[in-house]
Each structure stands twice: as structure tokens, then as C-alpha cells.
């Protein structure tokens, strides 16, 4: 699976929206971007995935460019919930059965 | 909403012994993994499993752990002989290939495990 690059860490203000970057430059044409979260030692959270179109979805939306060398996940409306590790993955397409690769993730912080 | 559930929340054991951590996996999904993050440190992926058997597993999984599904519900990963090093969060997760989704994994709360 390709590898990733995430900030470590980001601030958003509450009720804003928050964009996460991930740099994913030798994404293969199979591999599709997923995005889990984590919030303070629980079970990571699925919120998206995409191949190469943008996605959107009841948590969040999906942003990949047109090379799919990067994407970006928007939080449209952050709130103090949202607080949280984000993960950015790519992984082969219905590759199943086959692990998850979690980076470090960027450490998302919603102040009031 | 259909959840991962996994059992026991916490669990505290001496260096040595065996422990076996319970998970139920959302009803209709197929493949079972199990993880674990060492306080401070990444999610690591342990094994896979599907139809009875390892799809695959990582270096950590060595012959001191072993995963089971007894029975049409639970899926199980034992420590034969735990060791200080074990002492992690574990994490329980499912899918099912044949979803809209494309094989999501959805992850449970997870086990808090410490060897003493």
C-alpha cells in the first residue's frame, strides 16, 4: 500500500470548517484513500473513502485531485466532538482480508 | 447501527499467564482482524481472519498469540504467556467484502490489556 504524509497536527475553530491535507504521491490507479479517526484511545472510526472522484458523506467530504497524489477531508462544520486523530490510508481496492496501515495521523484539535 | 462490541473493557493479568480477549463482530460481516496500539504509539495490525482461517497476519502475531471464532458470534484472540510488552490496547474489527462499501472495517472499542 502507499505510504502517506499528514501534518502532525492542526487547530480548527469550533463551528469552522476543518481541512485535513494528506500527500499520497505514489498512490497506485488501484488504491483507494480512506479516512478513519480516532478520538482519545478508542476504536478507530471509518468516514470516507474515494478513488478518484470527490466524495461526501453525513461526516464529511472527500477531496482528491486530479493526479490523486493528494486529497483532503473537510469537516464542514467542526465541532468540539471532531477532536480527534485523523488517519489517512490508502489501501488496494476490495483488497480484503488484508491489514490497515495506520501513519501517525494528524492530531485535529477543535477550540471553542 | 450494527457495532463491534468487545469484552472485557479492561483486563489485568500477571506476567505469564494467558488471557483471551472476546470480540463480536458486526452480524453479517465476514473477515475479523484484530489490532493493537501500545500506549502513545501507532495502530498495529495483528491478523486477519476469514472462513476459519489466517488470511494474514503480521510479525508481531508470533506463536504466543492464537485467534478463534468458536461459534457463530465471537471471535477470540488468546495470549498464551503474556509478557510486559503486551501491555496495549487491543482492537477488535469486521467487514463484510460484499458491501456498498468495499470492505470497511469497523473497528470496536477495545481491551484494555496490562501485564504486571
Known amino acids: 500500500d502507499a505510504k502517506t504524509t499528514q501534518p502532525p497536527s492542526m487547530d480548527c475553530a469550533e463551528g469552522r470548517a476543518a481541512n485535513l491535507p494528506c500527500n499520497h504521491s505514489?498512490?497506485?490507479?488501484?488504491?483507494?484513500v480512506y479516512w478513519y479517526r480516532q478520538i482519545h484511545s478508542q476504536g478507530p472510526q471509518y468516514i470516507i473513502h474515494?478513488?478518484?472522484n470527490n466524495e461526501t458523506n453525513e461526516m464529511a467530504s472527500l477531496i482528491i485531485t486530479e493526479d490523486r497524489k493528494s486529497s483532503t477531508l473537510i469537516l464542514p462544520h467542526a465541532t468540539l466532538r471532531d477532536t480527534a486523530v485523523y488517519y489517512c490510508?490508502?489501501?488496494?481496492?476490495?483488497?480484503?482480508?488484508?491489514?490497515?496501515?495506520f501513519g501517525g495521523g494528524t492530531r485535529l484539535m477543535v477550540k471553542p | 447501527e450494527p457495532e463491534v462490541t468487545q469484552t472485557p473493557s479492561h483486563q489485568v493479568t500477571q506476567m505469564g499467564q494467558e488471557v483471551i480477549l472476546r470480540c463480536v463482530p458486526i452480524?453479517?460481516?465476514?473477515?475479523f482482524y484484530w489490532y493493537r496500539q501500545i500506549l502513545g504509539q501507532k495502530v498495529e495490525f495483528l491478523v486477519s481472519?476469514?472462513?476459519?482461517?489466517?488470511?494474514?497476519k503480521s510479525e508481531i502475531f508470533d506463536d504466543q498469540f492464537s485467534v478463534e471464532r468458536p461459534d457463530g458470534s465471537n471471535f477470540t484472540l488468546k495470549i498464551r504467556s503474556t509478557k510486559l510488552e503486551d501491555s496495549a490496547m487491543y482492537f477488535c474489527?469486521?467487514?463484510?467484502?460484499?458491501?456498498?462499501?468495499?470492505?470497511?472495517?469497523?473497528f470496536g472499542p477495545g481491551t484494555r490489556l496490562l501485564v504486571l
Open positions: 474489527a469486521s467487514s463484510d467484502p460484499g458491501s456498498i462499501f468495499q470492505e470497511t472495517q469497523y
Open positions: 505514489t498512490i497506485s490507479g488501484n488504491e483507494y
Open positions: 474515494g478513488l478518484k
Open positions: 490510508i490508502v489501501r488496494v481496492f476490495n483488497n480484503a482480508g488484508n491489514m490497515l496501515t
Open positions: 452480524s453479517n460481516h465476514l473477515y
Open positions: 481472519f476469514y472462513n476459519n482461517e489466517i488470511s494474514e
